[in-house]
């Protein structure tokens, strides 16, 4: 004679728990989850960071070779601070992907066409990405033979990094 036997009962040996394997199984894996996904994360922010750090070197080179520039072309005679409105941005001109611009102010009074001897403050603005970057000098008149203005020179010590004008 046949014995029945129930196919789904099953005898568990003692100490043993249903289901073990496949937490430990299900547990490792979520564990290799997470750490693939931070060192993807990480990774990530790392290059974002030095993608930052670039822009803020190129915007930086872009706002110093701007002030060089301007101040160049007023000590040349081309260029005549007190022309510009006081505070008027220069429209921007692209230095190789690096947008610059300049604006003159009179630190003493805020008008740059009222005395002839007052300073003026060149400031220039470097824009890439989410990235600007200014620069500022002061510049002063030089006086000629007649007492009129013969050019500008720099005053030094006024050079500045400022986060915004």
Known sequence: MMRSCHRGARRLLPGSRRGSVYLLVLGVSMMVVTIGVGSALAARAQLERQSIAADVA????????????VIGLIVEGKVDPRSMGAG????????????????????????LTDYAWDRVKVTSRARLNSVTQYRSIMIEPLPNATG????????PGSYRVEAAP
């Open 148 to 155: 009129g203005v013969r050019g500008w020179r720099r005053i």
């Open 58 to 69: 190129r915007a930086d080179a872009g706002a110093v070779s701007a002030l060089e520039r």
């Open 88 to 111: 008027v941005w220069v429209p921007e001109t692209n230095l190789r992907g690096v947008m610059i611009s300049v604006s003159y102010s009179d630190p003493d009074d805020g008008s």
